[in-house]
């Protein structure tokens, strides 16, 4: 089926929250680079082990996702085609970093987790309906058009109901 370009439903809301989501991620995996590169022993977990020996390898790491993440999350708001999968592989590959992180910060890797997951949801559920690819989506104009026709309905079985027809029963 086509894209109708102007649809909108509750779906497409979604994907802009990923898209948003995908951005503060961004940001806070910026923040994880920048400690780790400037803050050496921040990250140290129980025997002075890291996932990485080098902070500063671990925190050029970060840098380059965050900026990956920032530049996806962008993509997604712009409609890029390109950003959906992207951003699902960069999901995936989070998740995958913070389980490293939760020895060292369980709090905050288990909300970056869940705020991941959110973003898998987002774009992955009920995708065509997101980018108005099916016949239940409608245009803005469409809706209101729609809305109208029910409010005129409801109104008039409501005035049908009060006042019978003329010439009825019980003359």
Not at 22 to 33: E, H, P, S, T
Not at 60 to 89: D, E, H, K
Request: aromatic share 12%.
């Amino acid at each position: 089926m086509s894209r109708n370009s102007g649809g909108f439903n509750a779906w497409s809301g979604w994907v802009a929250f990923a898209a948003f989501t995908l951005l503060v991620l961004g940001i806070l995996n910026l923040f994880q680079g920048l400690t780790a590169l400037f803050r050496n022993g921040y990250y140290v977990v129980a025997n002075d082990q890291l996932l990485l020996r080098s902070y500063t390898t671990w925190g050029v790491i970060l840098l380059c996702f965050a900026a990956l993440q920032l530049a996806t999350g962008m993509g997604l708001l712009a409609g890029a085609s390109w950003s959906r999968y992207v951003a699902i592989a960069l999901a995936m590959l989070n998740i995958i970093g913070e389980i490293a992180f939760i020895a060292a910060h369980p709090a905050w890797s288990i909300v970056v987790i869940a705020l991941d997951v959110v973003v898998l949801y987002a774009l992955t559920a009920k995708w065509e309906m997101a980018q108005g690819m099916n016949e239940e989506s409608m245009s803005r104009a469409e809706a209101a058009e729609w809305q109208a026709s029910q409010a005129a309905d409801r109104s008039q079985m409501g005035s049908t109901e009060r006042h019978p027809p003329a010439g009825g029963m019980g003359g």
